[in-house]
Protein backbone atom coordinates (compact mmCIF):
# COMPACT_ATOMS: atom_id res chain seq x y z
CA UNK A 1 0.00 0.00 0.00
CA UNK A 2 1.27 3.45 -1.07
CA UNK A 3 1.99 5.89 2.19
CA UNK A 4 2.84 9.18 2.62
CA UNK A 5 4.10 12.00 0.04
CA UNK A 6 3.10 9.26 -2.86
CA UNK A 7 -0.25 8.49 -1.52
CA UNK A 8 -0.93 11.74 -1.73
CA UNK A 9 0.28 12.68 -4.42
CA UNK A 10 -2.16 9.77 -6.43
CA UNK A 11 -4.93 10.77 -4.05
CA UNK A 12 -4.53 14.29 -6.13
CA UNK A 13 -4.10 12.86 -9.15
CA UNK A 14 -7.42 10.55 -9.03
CA UNK A 15 -9.43 14.18 -8.30
CA UNK A 16 -7.79 16.18 -10.57
CA UNK A 17 -8.89 13.63 -13.62
CA UNK A 18 -12.22 13.83 -11.81
CA UNK A 19 -12.52 17.39 -12.18
CA UNK A 20 -10.98 17.54 -15.90
CA UNK A 21 -13.15 14.58 -16.48
CA UNK A 22 -16.17 17.33 -15.19
CA UNK A 23 -14.79 19.77 -17.62
CA UNK A 24 -15.10 17.84 -20.10
CA UNK A 25 -18.64 16.89 -20.07
CA UNK A 26 -19.66 20.55 -19.41
CA UNK A 27 -18.72 20.90 -22.58
CA UNK A 28 -20.86 18.88 -24.16
CA UNK A 29 -23.54 18.47 -21.66
CA UNK A 30 -27.39 19.20 -22.30
CA UNK A 31 -29.24 21.49 -20.52
CA UNK A 32 -32.26 19.11 -20.72
CA UNK A 33 -32.92 19.00 -16.48
CA UNK A 34 -34.92 15.53 -17.36
CA UNK A 35 -31.76 13.17 -18.81
CA UNK A 36 -30.28 13.44 -15.41
CA UNK A 37 -33.79 11.27 -14.80
CA UNK A 38 -32.74 8.87 -16.58
CA UNK A 39 -28.49 8.86 -17.33
CA UNK A 40 -27.13 5.96 -16.07
CA UNK A 41 -23.18 7.57 -15.20
CA UNK A 42 -23.44 11.26 -13.40
CA UNK A 43 -20.29 12.86 -12.40
CA UNK A 44 -21.06 15.05 -9.42
CA UNK A 45 -17.98 17.30 -9.33
CA UNK A 46 -17.72 19.99 -5.69
CA UNK A 47 -15.22 22.42 -4.94
CA UNK A 48 -15.67 24.06 -1.02
CA UNK A 49 -13.87 27.33 0.10
CA UNK A 50 -14.13 28.16 3.60
CA UNK A 51 -12.96 30.64 6.43
CA UNK A 52 -13.26 29.57 9.69
CA UNK A 53 -12.58 32.48 12.68
CA UNK A 54 -11.72 31.49 16.76
CA UNK A 55 -11.04 27.52 15.54
CA UNK A 56 -8.26 26.01 17.23
CA UNK A 57 -8.31 23.13 14.89
CA UNK A 58 -4.98 24.09 13.56
CA UNK A 59 -5.32 21.23 10.33
CA UNK A 60 -8.38 22.38 9.19
CA UNK A 61 -8.35 23.08 5.39
CA UNK A 62 -9.47 26.32 3.72
CA UNK A 63 -10.14 24.96 0.30
CA UNK A 64 -11.58 21.02 -0.07
CA UNK A 65 -12.30 19.52 -3.44
CA UNK A 66 -13.97 16.22 -4.30
CA UNK A 67 -15.93 14.06 -6.91
CA UNK A 68 -19.02 11.73 -6.70
CA UNK A 69 -18.80 9.22 -9.27
CA UNK A 70 -22.67 7.97 -9.42
CA UNK A 71 -23.71 5.20 -11.97
CA UNK A 72 -27.08 2.96 -12.17
CA UNK A 73 -28.53 -0.08 -15.06
CA UNK A 74 -30.91 -1.34 -15.58
CA UNK A 75 -31.15 -5.25 -16.35
CA UNK A 76 -34.79 -6.10 -17.20
CA UNK A 77 -36.16 -6.29 -13.15
CA UNK A 78 -32.65 -6.16 -11.45
CA UNK A 79 -30.80 -3.09 -11.23
CA UNK A 80 -27.35 -1.77 -10.36
CA UNK A 81 -26.15 1.02 -8.15
CA UNK A 82 -22.64 2.08 -7.88
CA UNK A 83 -21.49 5.11 -6.13
CA UNK A 84 -17.82 6.23 -5.42
CA UNK A 85 -15.93 9.37 -3.93
CA UNK A 86 -12.53 10.94 -4.61
CA UNK A 87 -11.49 13.35 -2.20
CA UNK A 88 -7.55 13.75 -0.82
CA UNK A 89 -8.18 14.39 2.82
CA UNK A 90 -8.90 10.58 2.75
CA UNK A 91 -6.10 8.64 3.65
CA UNK A 92 -6.85 5.19 3.56
CA UNK A 93 -7.95 4.87 -0.13
CA UNK A 94 -7.69 6.56 -3.28
CA UNK A 95 -11.06 6.19 -4.34
CA UNK A 96 -13.95 5.04 -1.60
CA UNK A 97 -16.88 2.69 -2.80
CA UNK A 98 -19.70 4.40 -0.55
CA UNK A 99 -22.10 2.38 -2.33
CA UNK A 100 -22.57 -0.48 -4.38
CA UNK A 101 -25.76 -2.42 -4.45
CA UNK A 102 -27.71 -4.89 -6.86
CA UNK A 103 -31.57 -4.90 -6.18
CA UNK A 104 -34.30 -6.58 -7.90
CA UNK A 105 -37.34 -4.62 -8.71
CA UNK A 106 -40.20 -7.06 -7.98
CA UNK A 107 -43.29 -4.49 -9.00
CA UNK A 108 -44.39 -0.84 -8.68
CA UNK A 109 -44.61 -1.32 -4.85
CA UNK A 110 -41.08 -3.18 -3.77
CA UNK A 111 -37.74 -3.37 -4.55
CA UNK A 112 -35.12 -5.75 -2.48
CA UNK A 113 -31.46 -4.50 -2.39
CA UNK A 114 -27.98 -6.59 -1.61
CA UNK A 115 -24.69 -4.38 -0.91
CA UNK A 116 -24.06 -1.54 0.76
CA UNK A 117 -26.46 1.02 1.09
CA UNK A 118 -27.50 4.17 2.90
CA UNK A 119 -28.85 3.13 6.02
CA UNK A 120 -32.69 4.36 6.26
CA UNK A 121 -33.02 6.92 8.98
CA UNK A 122 -34.66 9.60 8.80
CA UNK A 123 -35.21 11.95 5.49
CA UNK A 124 -31.66 13.41 4.47
CA UNK A 125 -29.54 9.89 4.56
CA UNK A 126 -32.16 8.45 2.22
CA UNK A 127 -32.92 11.38 0.13
CA UNK A 128 -29.84 12.97 -0.96
CA UNK A 129 -26.19 11.10 -1.53
CA UNK A 130 -22.30 12.29 -1.80
CA UNK A 131 -23.50 14.28 -4.76
CA UNK A 132 -23.41 18.18 -3.03
CA UNK A 133 -25.42 19.45 -6.11
CA UNK A 134 -28.57 17.51 -5.52
CA UNK A 135 -28.88 19.59 -1.59
CA UNK A 136 -29.96 23.11 -1.39
CA UNK A 137 -27.70 23.96 0.96
CA UNK A 138 -23.45 24.34 1.13
CA UNK A 139 -23.12 21.88 4.50
CA UNK A 140 -25.24 18.49 5.92
CA UNK A 141 -26.92 18.90 9.25
CA UNK A 142 -24.40 17.65 11.76
CA UNK A 143 -26.03 14.65 12.75
CA UNK A 144 -25.84 12.92 9.73
CA UNK A 145 -23.09 14.09 8.19
CA UNK A 146 -21.13 10.53 6.72
CA UNK A 147 -18.56 8.66 8.46
CA UNK A 148 -15.83 9.92 6.88
CA UNK A 149 -16.63 13.23 7.56
CA UNK A 150 -16.82 12.89 11.32
CA UNK A 151 -20.25 11.15 11.13
CA UNK A 152 -21.63 9.99 14.78
CA UNK A 153 -23.72 7.80 13.74
CA UNK A 154 -24.36 4.80 10.83
CA UNK A 155 -25.47 6.16 7.60
CA UNK A 156 -23.73 2.92 5.63
CA UNK A 157 -24.73 -0.75 6.41
CA UNK A 158 -24.04 -3.83 4.40
CA UNK A 159 -26.57 -6.32 4.16
CA UNK A 160 -30.14 -6.11 3.16
CA UNK A 161 -32.96 -3.47 2.58
CA UNK A 162 -36.43 -4.49 1.46
CA UNK A 163 -38.60 -1.00 0.27
CA UNK A 164 -42.42 -1.42 0.27
CA UNK A 165 -44.86 1.15 -0.83
CA UNK A 166 -48.68 1.13 -0.13
CA UNK A 167 -50.89 3.69 -1.62
CA UNK A 168 -53.46 5.25 -0.10
CA UNK A 169 -55.92 7.65 -2.30
CA UNK A 170 -53.25 10.10 -3.33
CA UNK A 171 -50.53 9.55 -1.10
CA UNK A 172 -49.17 6.32 0.32
CA UNK A 173 -47.14 4.90 2.99
CA UNK A 174 -43.39 3.70 2.63
CA UNK A 175 -41.68 1.09 4.68
CA UNK A 176 -37.84 0.28 4.37
CA UNK A 177 -36.19 -2.42 6.39
CA UNK A 178 -32.41 -2.46 6.42
CA UNK A 179 -30.39 -5.41 7.92
CA UNK A 180 -26.71 -5.59 7.61
CA UNK A 181 -23.27 -5.09 9.53
CA UNK A 182 -22.88 -1.22 10.88
CA UNK A 183 -19.47 0.36 11.22
CA UNK A 184 -16.78 -0.22 14.45
CA UNK A 185 -15.53 2.56 16.02
CA UNK A 186 -11.53 3.13 15.36
CA UNK A 187 -9.14 5.96 16.35
CA UNK A 188 -12.34 8.42 16.97
CA UNK A 189 -13.98 7.63 14.16
CA UNK A 190 -16.90 5.41 12.79
CA UNK A 191 -15.68 2.86 10.05
CA UNK A 192 -18.40 1.04 7.99
CA UNK A 193 -17.69 -2.03 6.17
CA UNK A 194 -15.04 -1.44 3.43
CA UNK A 195 -17.30 -3.13 0.51
CA UNK A 196 -14.33 -4.22 -1.29
CA UNK A 197 -12.74 -5.94 1.79
CA UNK A 198 -15.88 -7.41 3.74
CA UNK A 199 -13.25 -9.23 6.27
CA UNK A 200 -11.27 -6.06 7.24
CA UNK A 201 -12.35 -4.99 10.42
CA UNK A 202 -14.77 -6.08 13.57
CA UNK A 203 -18.69 -5.64 12.21
CA UNK A 204 -21.77 -6.16 13.96
CA UNK A 205 -25.48 -7.19 12.52
CA UNK A 206 -28.02 -4.72 13.20
CA UNK A 207 -31.27 -2.81 11.96
CA UNK A 208 -32.98 -0.07 10.91
CA UNK A 209 -36.60 0.19 9.79
CA UNK A 210 -38.43 3.96 8.45
CA UNK A 211 -42.33 4.01 7.86
CA UNK A 212 -42.99 7.36 5.88
CA UNK A 213 -46.76 8.56 4.77
CA UNK A 214 -46.26 11.20 1.88
CA UNK A 215 -49.11 12.75 0.39
CA UNK A 216 -48.18 11.72 -3.05
CA UNK A 217 -45.18 9.92 -4.98
CA UNK A 218 -42.58 12.99 -5.51
CA UNK A 219 -39.40 12.20 -3.20
CA UNK A 220 -39.59 15.95 -1.61
CA UNK A 221 -43.79 15.92 -1.01
CA UNK A 222 -45.21 16.79 2.58
CA UNK A 223 -44.43 13.63 4.82
CA UNK A 224 -44.17 12.45 7.83
CA UNK A 225 -42.33 9.55 9.53
CA UNK A 226 -40.15 7.60 12.01
CA UNK A 227 -37.50 5.24 12.27
CA UNK A 228 -35.81 2.46 14.73
CA UNK A 229 -32.64 1.57 14.51
CA UNK A 230 -30.50 -0.36 16.45
CA UNK A 231 -26.77 -1.52 15.82
CA UNK A 232 -23.97 -3.17 18.28
CA UNK A 233 -20.41 -0.53 17.41
CA UNK A 234 -17.01 -2.48 18.15
CA UNK A 235 -15.44 0.05 19.81
CA UNK A 236 -11.52 -1.32 20.24
CA UNK A 237 -9.40 0.90 21.96
CA UNK A 238 -11.63 3.20 23.84
CA UNK A 239 -11.97 3.06 27.97
CA UNK A 240 -16.16 2.53 26.81
CA UNK A 241 -16.02 -0.75 25.16
CA UNK A 242 -18.46 -1.94 23.34
CA UNK A 243 -21.22 -0.13 22.31
CA UNK A 244 -25.18 -1.35 21.99
CA UNK A 245 -26.85 1.69 20.14
CA UNK A 246 -30.28 2.30 19.57
CA UNK A 247 -31.86 5.32 17.93
CA UNK A 248 -35.18 6.60 17.57
CA UNK A 249 -36.37 9.45 14.67
CA UNK A 250 -38.78 11.44 14.03
CA UNK A 251 -39.05 13.87 10.61
CA UNK A 252 -41.35 15.41 8.31
CA UNK A 253 -41.32 17.88 5.27
CA UNK A 254 -43.91 20.32 4.59
CA UNK A 255 -44.39 22.37 1.58
CA UNK A 256 -46.54 25.43 2.24
CA UNK A 257 -46.12 27.52 -1.60
CA UNK A 258 -42.53 28.22 -2.27
CA UNK A 259 -41.49 27.36 1.33
CA UNK A 260 -40.20 24.00 2.10
CA UNK A 261 -39.40 22.82 5.23
CA UNK A 262 -37.80 19.50 6.46
CA UNK A 263 -36.21 18.83 10.10
CA UNK A 264 -35.44 15.93 11.93
CA UNK A 265 -35.25 14.58 15.72
CA UNK A 266 -33.09 11.84 16.84
CA UNK A 267 -32.85 10.35 20.18
CA UNK A 268 -29.89 7.82 20.46
CA UNK A 269 -29.44 5.68 23.20
CA UNK A 270 -25.86 3.92 24.02
CA UNK A 271 -25.24 0.85 26.25
CA UNK A 272 -21.73 0.65 26.86
CA UNK A 273 -19.33 -2.69 28.05
CA UNK A 274 -17.11 -0.75 30.69
CA UNK A 275 -19.03 2.42 31.60
CA UNK A 276 -22.31 3.84 32.33
CA UNK A 277 -25.21 4.45 29.84
CA UNK A 278 -26.22 7.64 28.40
CA UNK A 279 -28.07 9.40 25.63
CA UNK A 280 -28.24 12.45 23.63
CA UNK A 281 -31.10 14.19 21.80
CA UNK A 282 -30.37 16.35 18.51
CA UNK A 283 -32.10 17.65 15.58
CA UNK A 284 -32.60 20.24 12.98
CA UNK A 285 -34.52 22.30 10.79
CA UNK A 286 -34.32 23.53 7.35
CA UNK A 287 -36.08 25.91 5.53
CA UNK A 288 -35.93 27.00 2.05
CA UNK A 289 -37.60 29.78 0.33
CA UNK A 290 -37.64 29.74 -3.40
CA UNK A 291 -37.18 33.50 -4.89
CA UNK A 292 -36.62 32.62 -8.41
CA UNK A 293 -36.30 29.44 -10.42
CA UNK A 294 -32.45 30.08 -10.19
CA UNK A 295 -32.41 31.62 -6.40
CA UNK A 296 -33.07 30.08 -3.34
CA UNK A 297 -32.67 31.26 0.53
CA UNK A 298 -32.42 28.85 2.91
CA UNK A 299 -31.82 28.47 6.81
CA UNK A 300 -31.52 25.59 9.05
CA UNK A 301 -30.95 25.42 13.20
CA UNK A 302 -29.20 22.50 14.56
CA UNK A 303 -29.62 21.61 18.07
CA UNK A 304 -28.34 18.90 20.56
CA UNK A 305 -28.92 17.95 24.23
CA UNK A 306 -27.24 16.23 26.67
CA UNK A 307 -24.05 16.25 24.85
CA UNK A 308 -21.55 18.18 27.85
CA UNK A 309 -20.08 14.98 29.47
CA UNK A 310 -21.98 12.54 26.67
CA UNK A 311 -19.37 9.24 27.00
CA UNK A 312 -20.40 8.38 23.47
CA UNK A 313 -19.84 12.21 21.63
CA UNK A 314 -17.18 12.85 23.96
CA UNK A 315 -15.16 9.92 21.26
CA UNK A 316 -15.65 12.60 18.67
CA UNK A 317 -14.89 15.65 19.73
CA UNK A 318 -15.22 17.65 16.33
CA UNK A 319 -18.69 17.13 16.33
CA UNK A 320 -21.06 19.86 16.01
CA UNK A 321 -23.30 20.28 18.85
CA UNK A 322 -25.51 23.97 17.51
CA UNK A 323 -25.40 25.85 14.94
CA UNK A 324 -27.46 28.51 13.37
CA UNK A 325 -27.02 29.22 9.34
CA UNK A 326 -28.42 30.82 6.60
CA UNK A 327 -26.94 30.91 3.01
CA UNK A 328 -28.05 31.08 -0.65
CA UNK A 329 -28.20 29.13 -3.44
CA UNK A 330 -28.07 30.63 -7.42
CA UNK A 331 -28.82 28.20 -10.14
CA UNK A 332 -26.29 28.46 -12.59
CA UNK A 333 -26.14 27.39 -16.80
CA UNK A 334 -26.24 23.30 -17.45
CA UNK A 335 -26.90 21.84 -13.90
CA UNK A 336 -24.75 23.74 -11.86
CA UNK A 337 -25.12 25.80 -8.80
CA UNK A 338 -23.33 28.21 -6.52
CA UNK A 339 -23.74 28.53 -2.94
CA UNK A 340 -23.24 31.03 0.16
CA UNK A 341 -23.02 30.31 3.48
CA UNK A 342 -22.42 31.86 6.63
CA UNK A 343 -22.68 30.16 10.01
CA UNK A 344 -22.26 29.86 13.68
CA UNK A 345 -21.22 26.62 15.30
CA UNK A 346 -20.13 25.35 18.62
CA UNK A 347 -18.53 21.81 19.38
CA UNK A 348 -17.73 20.64 22.47
CA UNK A 349 -14.51 22.45 22.85
CA UNK A 350 -14.96 25.07 20.20
CA UNK A 351 -16.86 27.85 19.08
CA UNK A 352 -16.49 29.43 15.66
CA UNK A 353 -18.02 31.46 12.88
CA UNK A 354 -18.01 30.04 8.98
CA UNK A 355 -18.26 31.70 5.65
CA UNK A 356 -18.75 29.03 3.09
CA UNK A 357 -18.83 28.94 -0.64
CA UNK A 358 -19.43 25.77 -2.85
CA UNK A 359 -19.80 25.27 -6.82
CA UNK A 360 -21.17 21.91 -7.32
CA UNK A 361 -22.59 20.15 -10.25
CA UNK A 362 -24.08 17.32 -11.67
CA UNK A 363 -23.05 16.39 -15.02
CA UNK A 364 -23.98 13.46 -17.60
Given at each position: ????????????????????????????????????E????????????????????????????????????DFGNQRLLAEALAEPED????????????????????DIWVGRVHNPIG?????????SYLETSATRPSVIHFEDDDGILPMHITGVQVNRYEENGDGGVHYSLGIGEGPEIS???????????????SHKLGSSLRVTYQTNDEDTSSQVGGTWSYYPIPAEGTSSGDIRQTIFTIFGVLNIGLLHNLGSLFKVNNQFDNADNDS????????????????????RVESTSGANHDTYLAIFPKTIT??????????LMKNQALKVEVSSSRTQNDNFNEFHVQWSAAIQ
Open positions: MMKGKDCLVKRNSILTLGLVLSAACLSTYTDDPSAMYGEFIVFPTVDIFSRTAVTDLDQKQTESKVDFFYTNDESQLDVERLQYGWIMNHNIFWNTHFHHGNNKLEPVNILDPGKGFTSGYIQSEYLMRLDWTLYGQRQLFGVRYE
